[in-house]
């Protein structure tokens, strides 16, 4: 069997596991990991659920998927060599009495170290967390968060102490997985490493600055998460204001998080709601099943913000997400000060599904005197097949680098309290204030009304 051996026996314990999650990002990336040799011999991965499944009927489920959306290839001898590490174990997950089974289980397979994986609803994290404890004494156990965490700053500080009782804060890892994404680790390299960049990204220079993530799926089977979610708590509070504290932070001189915090703590509280943050809902999202039938959560929102720091002073951000749009692209958006009245030069740094770096400027039109043409640079990393197959997907990587105990890749606990503020404050402004729920149309770029913010490139 591939793999490095060590003395104990160590598992992660999925609740979740019979997800949208584990089946799409999970599993893939367990298997990945175990096909270059990255799991232990003695790593299983335990599935409890309340399913009446076996684990050889679990085991059948996961293979398709793990065709799918796995980066390495299926074979027959690497997945059934993947399959003998999971067990499938039946039990009540919001049952406290439950997890002494779990203990039981667990002492019959003489696992020792424990990493906990909640790919749940938030509303589950504090019943799992007191199973743990009243049964599973093992206090040295990692766990791994998914957000939201909470769903405003008042629930996070709960779920955060209650968790704090038992994890060491060491362990507790809160999982964001924009910040596993190649591209988004990037923006690191293409800032600091480059005199060409580094020395203008400031508001000398750069007249504004737009964040995109717009996604072609719907609520799909999520609904009753998402219906109680909304856009802004979905993507807005973690994954885009993570991106965006990369994409302003000071140049870290040793640790990056200390700057990503204090770019969120940088954040201008809202001044004029109307003016600046637009939500919207996707047509057809009410007929959507378990969708509340006068929902009025937003799919859609675009927010402009500042920054109010010395680098940053009056530069608008722009940031929107969406689902059901017409295109699924990620991207940052670099817009520079027009030189001369000329055509704005523009840097894309493109996060997916095209990963890569655009950049336009100006050139003089071949026989002309003095007109000018915009031309392009585009670099596709993506096409290269080589780094295509030899690119961890960012859950593969967030795993990894969770058993490894290396907590550089996760969101901090500080800046969850910091994101929560300020988005605790600007939805309380919006129930304050007249603005309202925009429709837009499926396979569009959002609501109309948001280009009122600004141009948005990719439109
Ligand atoms: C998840 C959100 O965190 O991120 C989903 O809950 C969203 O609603 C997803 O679709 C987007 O992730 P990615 O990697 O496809 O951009």
């Given at each position: 069997?591939?793999?490095?051996?060590?003395?104990?026996?160590?598992?992660?314990?999925?609740?979740?596991?019979?997800?949208?999650?584990?089946?799409?990002?999970?599993?893939p990336?367990?298997?990945?990991?175990h096909?270059?040799?990255?799991?232990k011999e003695?790593?299983?991965?335990i599935?409890?659920?309340?399913?009446?499944?076996?684990?050889?009927?679990?085991?059948?489920?996961?293979?398709?998927?793990?065709?799918?959306?796995?980066?390495?290839?299926?074979?027959?001898?690497?997945?059934?060599?993947?399959?003998?590490?999971?067990?499938?174990?039946?039990m009540?997950?919001?049952?406290?009495?439950?997890?002494?089974?779990l203990?039981?289980?667990?002492?019959?397979?003489?696992?020792?170290?424990?990493?906990?994986?909640?790919?749940?609803?938030?509303?589950?994290?504090?019943?799992?967390?007191?199973?743990?404890k009243?049964?599973?004494?093992e206090?040295?156990?990692k766990?791994?968060?998914?957000?939201?965490?909470?769903?405003?700053?008042?629930?996070?500080?709960?779920?955060?102490?209650?968790?704090s009782?038992?994890?060491?804060?060491?362990?507790?890892?809160?999982?964001?997985?924009?910040?596993?994404?190649?591209?988004?680790?990037?923006?690191?390299?293409?800032?600091?490493?480059?005199?060409?960049?580094?020395?203008?990204?400031?508001?000398?220079?750069?007249?504004?600055?737009?964040?995109?993530?717009?996604?072609?799926?719907?609520?799909?089977?999520?609904?009753s998460?998402?219906?109680?979610?909304?856009?802004?708590?979905?993507?807005?509070?973690?994954?885009?204001?993570?991106?965006?504290s990369?994409?302003?932070?000071?140049?870290?001189?040793?640790?990056?998080?200390?700057?990503?915090?204090?770019?969120?703590?940088?954040?201008?509280?809202?001044?004029?709601?109307?003016?600046?943050?637009?939500?919207?809902?996707?047509?057809?999202?009410?007929?959507?099943?378990?969708v509340?039938?006068?929902?009025?959560?937003?799919?859609?929102?675009?927010?402009?913000?500042?920054?109010?720091?010395?680098?940053?002073?009056?530069?608008?951000?722009?940031?929107?997400?969406?689902?059901?749009?017409?295109?699924?692209?990620?991207?940052?958006?670099?817009?520079?000060k027009?030189?001369?009245?000329?055509?704005?030069?523009?840097?894309?740094?493109?996060?997916q599904?095209?990963?890569?770096?655009?950049?336009?400027?100006?050139?003089?039109?071949?026989?002309?005197?003095?007109?000018?043409?915009?031309?392009?640079?585009?670099?596709?990393?993506?096409?290269?097949?080589?780094?295509k197959?030899?690119?961890?997907?960012?859950?593969?990587?967030?795993?990894?680098?969770?058993?490894?105990?290396?907590?550089?890749?996760?969101?901090?606990?500080?800046h969850?309290?910091?994101s929560?503020?300020?988005i605790?404050?600007?939805?309380?402004?919006?129930?304050?204030?007249?603005?309202?729920?925009?429709?837009?149309?499926?396979?569009?770029?959002?609501?109309?009304?948001?280009?009122?913010?600004?141009?948005?490139?990719?439109?």
């Amino acid at each position: 069997m591939t793999g490095l051996k060590t003395t104990k026996n160590t598992a992660i314990t999925i609740f979740g596991g019979t997800g949208d999650l584990t089946y799409r990002k999970l599993i893939p990336g367990l298997y990945n990991l175990h096909a270059i040799g990255k799991l232990k011999e003695n790593f299983k991965i335990i599935i409890p659920g309340r399913r009446n499944y076996t684990t050889s009927k679990y085991i059948e489920i996961i293979k398709p998927w793990i065709e799918k959306y796995s980066r390495k290839k299926v074979t027959e001898e690497l997945f059934n060599e993947f399959s003998k590490r999971i067990s499938y174990f039946k039990m009540n997950i919001p049952e406290t009495e439950d997890y002494k089974k779990l203990q039981d289980f667990y002492k019959k397979e003489d696992i020792e170290e424990h990493i906990y994986y909640y790919a749940v609803a938030p509303a589950m994290f504090l019943k799992i967390t007191k199973g743990i404890k009243t049964y599973l004494k093992e206090n040295k156990a990692k766990v791994i968060i998914e957000k939201p965490f909470g769903e405003n700053l008042e629930d996070a500080t709960k779920l955060n102490e209650e968790l704090s009782t038992f994890f060491d804060k060491n362990n507790i890892f809160h999982i964001d997985h924009y910040l596993g994404k190649e591209m988004i680790q990037n923006i690191l390299s293409v800032r600091f490493n480059n005199a060409i960049f580094k020395n203008i990204w400031n508001k000398d220079i750069i007249e504004s600055v737009q964040i995109t993530a717009s996604e072609t799926v719907g609520v799909e089977s999520r609904a009753s998460y998402y219906d109680k979610s909304g856009a802004v708590r979905d993507m807005l509070q973690n994954h885009l204001l993570q991106v965006l504290s990369i994409v302003a932070m000071e140049e870290p001189k040793g640790d990056m998080k200390k700057e990503q915090l204090n770019l969120l703590k940088a954040i201008k509280p809202c001044e004029n709601i109307e003016e600046s943050l637009i939500l919207g809902q996707y047509e057809g999202y009410l007929k959507e099943e378990n969708v509340s039938k006068n929902s009025k959560t937003e799919t859609y929102v675009a927010l402009k913000l500042e920054i109010d720091n010395e680098r940053w002073k009056g530069v608008p951000f722009f940031i929107r997400t969406g689902k059901r749009m017409l295109t699924r692209e990620t991207q940052v958006v670099i817009k520079f000060k027009s030189e001369n009245k000329a055509p704005q030069n523009m840097l894309v740094i493109k996060i997916q599904p095209t990963e890569g770096i655009y950049l336009k400027f100006n050139v003089k039109k071949p026989g002309s005197v003095n007109t000018l043409k915009e031309v392009s640079m585009d670099f596709c990393q993506s096409c290269i097949l080589e780094s295509k197959i030899n690119t961890p997907e960012a859950y593969e990587r967030l795993l990894y680098a969770a058993l490894k105990g290396n907590k550089m890749l996760f969101s901090k606990w500080e800046h969850i309290v910091t994101s929560w503020h300020y988005i605790d404050d600007l939805m309380k402004k919006y129930k304050e204030s007249s603005s309202k729920l925009y429709t837009y149309p499926q396979d569009s770029m959002g609501p109309v009304e948001a280009n009122r913010l600004t141009d948005w490139i990719l439109d």
